[in-house]
Structures are given as structure tokens and as C-alpha cells.
């Protein structure tokens, strides 16, 4: 039966480490640990939870992309694991867009991030993958990667006038969308 973790919040000091490699993963605890990651991002409706967001540190973090209220635009993925992962190339290209993040609850910053990366890490069970992930995904891989080496998106951010409250954001979103059914409809 998977638990529901705690999530650590900006300033505890566990957000600012460099997460430990995992090199056990056939580990019951290591594998009971990553179903209780992966119920835990999808219960906080988060498309992206990483080990030190939970008070561990270690190199894992879960992708589980879907739409959400949170996320309402965003892909649908299967939540996987992604153990010592590693960017092995990137895009020049970089595009800002909005981020949140479930340790520094209700607040949103416009984020520079690649494109389109280049990624290798081990899957629960072991395999060694190599892939290559473009947009929101990549976008999500980038964020998690920067948990595991202690730093937060808000030392990603350009500028704090990029700043923006939880209740703002949705406001957007519902207007963005709102704007995008009235052009469907014309």
C-alpha cells in the first residue's frame, strides 16, 4: 500500500543539496520508496516530484504528466521513474513559460529552460535509457534535475517582476482559454 509523503518547503535545507547517487535498486525499501513517490506526486496533482521534495536524498524523481487543475493544457504520460539521470546534450533554443512547484506552494515564475534535451538515466528496474524529450516534458525533466542538485526555479528565473501568485496564474489560464474558445467559435 503506497503513503503519502510529506513534501518539504522552501527553506528547509534538504532543497539546496546535491542528491545522492542510488545504487541499490533492487531494494524492496528503494522500490516502495518510488511507488510512494509516484502516488505522492499525483496525489498533490504535481506532474513532476523529486526525492529531496520529500526529505531524501536521492537521485530519483517521478515524471507523471497529465492534465490537471494545476496543469490543465499539460500531455499525458505515464508517471515513470527516473533514477540518476543525466543531461547528455541540449538545444540552443530556450523558451520561458510558467512554472510551479509543490515545495514553494502558491507561486508561479516565467522559466527560461532548452527546448528539446538529450537525457540518460536508469528506469526502476535497472535498464539504462536513453531518450530524448522536447516542450512541457523536457521542460519538466530540467526542473526535477535541478532538485536533485539543490536548486529551486526561482534560481532559474530572470527577473522577480516574472513573479506571480497560484490565484493569478489560474486567472490567466481560465482567460487564455476562454480567448481561445471564443476564436474556435468565430
Not at 500500500?1 to 510529506?6: G, P, R, T, V
Not at 541499490?24 to 520508496?33: G, S, T, V
Not at 499525483?42 to 530519483?60: D, F, M, T, W
Request: aromatic share 6%.
Amino acid at each position: 500500500m503506497e503513503k503519502i509523503l510529506e513534501i518539504a518547503e522552501l527553506g528547509h535545507p534538504i532543497l539546496r543539496e546535491m542528491a545522492a547517487q542510488v545504487k541499490n535498486l533492487e531494494d524492496e525499501e528503494i522500490q516502495n520508496f518510488i511507488d510512494n513517490l509516484i502516488a505522492t506526486a499525483i496525489e498533490a496533482n504535481g506532474v513532476g516530484l523529486a526525492a529531496p521534495q520529500v526529505y531524501e536524498s536521492k537521485r530519483i524523481f517521478i515524471i507523471s504528466s497529465r492534465p490537471n487543475e494545476r496543469y490543465p493544457n499539460a500531455p499525458e504520460m505515464e508517471p515513470t521513474a527516473i533514477i540518476n539521470p543525466e543531461i547528455l546534450s541540449f538545444s540552443k533554443e530556450k523558451e520561458k513559460d510558467w512554472e510551479g512547484c509543490l515545495s514553494i506552494p502558491g507561486i508561479r515564475g516565467l522559466v527560461p529552460r532548452h527546448k528539446s534535451i538529450r537525457v540518460k538515466y536508469l528506469t526502476r528496474d535497472g535498464k539504462e535509457i536513453e531518450s530524448e524529450f522536447s516542450d512541457f516534458i523536457a521542460r519538466i525533466f530540467q526542473h526535477e534535475l535541478d532538485h536533485l542538485n539543490g536548486t529551486v526555479f526561482l534560481d532559474r528565473m530572470e527577473s522577480s517582476l516574472e513573479i506571480i501568485t497560484e490565484k493569478e496564474y489560474q486567472r490567466l489560464i481560465s482567460k487564455a482559454m476562454e480567448d481561445m474558445d471564443l476564436e474556435n467559435e468565430g
